[in-house]
């Protein structure tokens, strides 16, 4: 029998190189190449005790074997010397035996019994060998299986094959070794741990921060019978757990009513991590979602988690819902379903408890009708949905929300005496709004910057909507006719859609220019250009 120096090298040498590591993928590696850096080694490997891979038990070639399916052997790092080819290194991971049941061969025996074992005999041949041919051809006399464990707690087992028989000392030295890697792999993953958790604070932080910076506008403002119907529904369904469908035009103001249901909700105190699904590139779309592993693509610097994992134990609001490719809904929709995710790039199955609120501003039930949209998905987000009506359908609104934005910019300005008038607010029900409530804010930051002596002005189109104003204020008219029709709102739109088709129709398609239909009609190419999109003009 040689001495542990033959066999090893210098155990101490091996002890202070592994000090040195604190990441499991530099830490494993390095230990099995230090342990089986002499020929006189075959072979070394280290089985970790790991939850089974989603999927991962029905190929395993050991399955019938298997009786604990919470948890199994999995074979994370393997460096061997081959006896018949001096460049010929062992380092793969998979294979036959990369899982091993718990209490399943020997290996899954030390690591369920928590037993050390010592075989110096294996030329003899023992029935248990698979490849026995392996075993002379490489010339293995001698197996040391080892539990590694820490605190009292398996996390797996360190396995050698020697072409030397290993002799009392030498297993003692294995034992100093096993308990030392145990300990690094148990720091490594609290390390790793401590760094995860805080690079989750760090992307949670640097979101609010975005979010804070790009706050679409306030609070549910307003006493319309409309906003009272939204009020109630998210009163009702923001305590559940039910995943919310918000409709509307592009600035009804969406995401603050997705605010105001996590608000509500028994998620409150967990963060809100919204996703523009309009503005991520296709080719990241799954990795905004689910996150990366370093080195996945490239790119890929850094272990990076997806919205879901930030979202974990709150709600994900995922805006512009119908903007993601149908090849990724499908994942999405298994991450709803199951709540299960992988990194690109990661094996490991990582559950997440997160609540779904989507918003749209296209008709997502035709889109799924006619195939652009996945129906399962849709039926999936829609369980409760809630219609936030454009503002020119809630003019009542108008005045409270122009007081709220403009005594916003007055505070960021310095300049308290700005104030609305009577007039101002009469001038901003009478326009249409195109651009809803979104355009209600630009238009009074506008007005607040450039007013003189206290005093507010409007930059907005001439009046598009004559005649089309709510019966209650068409009664008020000076001078109104009592003969004169009433139209509702719905009939407007149609005249409204059918003046812009001639319009059209006259300028020969031409939104822009001197003879477009902007300019036929007197409105701004930019207004025209929303009107024909929220209208459904072709």
């Known amino acids: 029998m040689l001495e542990t120096n033959a066999i090893f090298g210098d155990p101490k040498q091996i002890l202070l190189a592994l000090s040195g590591q604190h990441h499991l993928p530099e830490l494993l590696p390095a230990a099995v190449r230090l342990l089986a850096q002499r020929s006189t080694i075959a072979l070394a490997r280290i089985w970790l005790l790991r939850p089974p891979l989603h999927g991962d038990c029905g190929k395993c070639a050991l399955a019938d074997e298997c009786h604990q399916r919470d948890r199994c052997l999995h074979l994370v790092t393997s460096y061997g010397n081959s006896a018949t080819d001096e460049q010929e290194h062992w380092t793969r991971a998979d294979g036959k035996f990369r899982r091993f049941p718990q209490g399943g061969r020997k290996i899954g025996r030390i690591a369920s019994t928590g037993e050390s074992m010592l075989i110096n005999t294996l030329q003899e041949g023992h029935e ?202 499908a994942k999405l929709l298994r991450v709803l379903q199951e709540g299960e995710l992988e990194r690109i790039g990661e094996e490991r199955t990582r559950k997440v408890n997160v609540r779904i609120i989507a918003a749209t501003n296209r008709e997502l039930r035709q889109e799924a009708l006619e195939g652009r949209f996945r129906q399962d998905l849709y039926y999936r987000l829609s369980v409760f949905p809630i219609e936030v009506p454009p503002l020119r359908d809630r003019l009542e609104d108008v005045g409270l929300l122009a007081e709220h934005f403009l005594a916003r910019y007055s505070r960021q300005l310095g300049r308290a005496e700005l104030r609305l008038t009577l007039g101002n607010v009469k001038q901003l029900q009478e326009y249409d709004w195109p651009g809803n409530v979104r355009e209600l804010q630009h238009v009074i930051e506008r007005a607040a910057i450039v007013a003189s002596n206290g005093r507010l002005t409007f930059d907005l189109p001439k009046p598009a909507r004559t005649g089309s104003r709510s019966p ?56 025209l250009a929303s009107r024909i999109k929220s209208l459904g003009i072709r």
């Not at 996390?155 to 030498?170: D, H, K, N, T, Y």
């Not at 006719?481 to 129709?505: F, G, K, W």
């Open 472 to 527: 209650k204020h068409a009664s008020k008219r000076e001078g109104a006719n009592s003969s004169e029709p009433i139209y509702t709102m719905a009939e407007m739109r149609d005249r409204e859609a059918d003046n812009i088709r001639r319009a059209l129709e006259h300028s020969d398609g031409k939104v822009y220019g001197k003879n477009g239909a902007a300019a036929r009609l007197g409105v701004k190419p930019t207004t």
């Open 128 to 329: 248990w060998i698979v490849s026995p041919e392996w075993i002379h051809r490489q010339q293995i006399v001698a197996l040391a299986g080892l539990p590694l464990v820490y605190r009292g707690e398996t996390l797996g087992v360190l396995a050698i094959f020697a072409r030397e028989p290993i002799e009392q000392s030498c297993q003692e030295w294995l034992h100093m070794i096993a308990d030392h890697l145990a300990a690094a792999i148990a720091n490594a993953r609290a390390i790793e741990e401590i760094e995860e958790l805080k690079s989750h604070l760090e992307l949670e932080n640097e979101y609010l921060r975005e979010e804070v910076a790009g706050t679409a506008f306030g609070d549910l403002v307003g006493r319309s019978p409309a906003l009272d119907t939204i009020a109630q529904q998210i009163n009702l369904v923001a305590p559940t757990e039910s995943s919310v469908l918000i409709l509307g035009e592009s600035g009804t103001g969406k995401e603050v009513v997705a605010r105001e249901l996590h608000r509500r909700s028994s998620r409150r105190d967990r963060p809100l991590i919204k996703v523009n699904c309009a503005a991520i590139p296709r080719e990241l779309y799954e990795s905004e979602f689910f996150g990366h592993s370093k080195g996945s693509f490239t790119g890929a610097l850094r272990d990076r988690a997806g919205r879901f994992e930030l979202a974990d134990g709150g709600t994900l609001f995922l805006d512009e819902i119908g903007e993601i490719p149908l090849d990724l809904q």
